[in-house]
């Protein structure tokens, strides 16, 4: 009886034991009047990731749009926040609470005035040398030190206001390079996922060839 038993009773999946997770966070402006401008080159590196992977960002959760994934030993969450820009550090404090993730498997990715387009750098904190949204996550978790990845945008041409100029969309001779720093952006953020943060800065820190 209990051989038979053992034949017709259903065997007990055992699933993988996760590591904790990680929160890869691009920063933007919602709404279809931002969505090709260069502030928000961190939703379309999130978005790049994403498609790559197959991850669906459909869900909506702490002022976020969202997705996840488990990749190798750990699940990573995907988000774009919804606050606009400066509010950011809102959604970005929420998720690492509930999803109880160590600061340090955090990544912001943003775009940057004083890196020509085409660079990518990739640093453990620091400031936020005048990016809102940067900001308002450092306030939020009251500390500097979390990973980013920035994204080189250039300064504006002549007198050119910076507000103005980063709400432009990328033009049509930039969408190559563009192209180009997004894939990069995506291998990047591979790279932390599995082999860690200096792993990612030794590879891709620099402008593209």
Not at 38 to 63: C, E, P, S, Y
Not at 126 to 137: E, L, N, P, R, V
Request: charged share 20%.
């Amino acid at each position: 009886m209990d051989a038979l038993f053992k034949m017709i009773s259903p065997k007990t999946e055992v699933l993988p034991e996760l590591t904790p997770g990680y929160l890869i966070v691009g920063l933007g402006n919602p709404g279809r009047d931002y969505r090709n401008t260069r502030h928000n080159i961190g939703f379309m590196a999130v978005d790049a990731f994403a498609a790559t992977l197959n991850i669906k960002m459909t869900r909506v959760q702490f002022k976020a749009i969202i997705g996840s994934e488990v990749i190798g030993a750990s699940r990573v969450i995907l988000a774009k926040p919804q606050t606009y820009m400066n509010l950011s550090g809102q959604a970005v404090a929420s998720l690492l609470r509930f999803y109880k993730i160590p600061v340090e498997h955090l990544m912001v990715i943003n775009d940057d005035l004083d890196l020509p387009l085409g660079t990518i750098r990739i640093r453990p904190g620091g400031g936020s040398a005048g990016q809102k949204g940067i900001g308002s996550i450092i306030d939020r978790l009251g500390t500097q030190e979390f990973p980013r990845l920035r994204l080189g945008i250039g300064r504006p041409p002549g007198q050119m206001d910076s507000a103005d100029y980063v709400l432009q969309p990328f033009s049509n001779g930039e969408s190559e390079l563009l192209s180009a720093v997004l894939e990069k952006a995506v291998d990047a953020i591979k790279t932390f996922v599995s082999e860690g943060l200096e792993a990612a800065m030794n590879k891709f820190n620099g402008k593209l060839e």
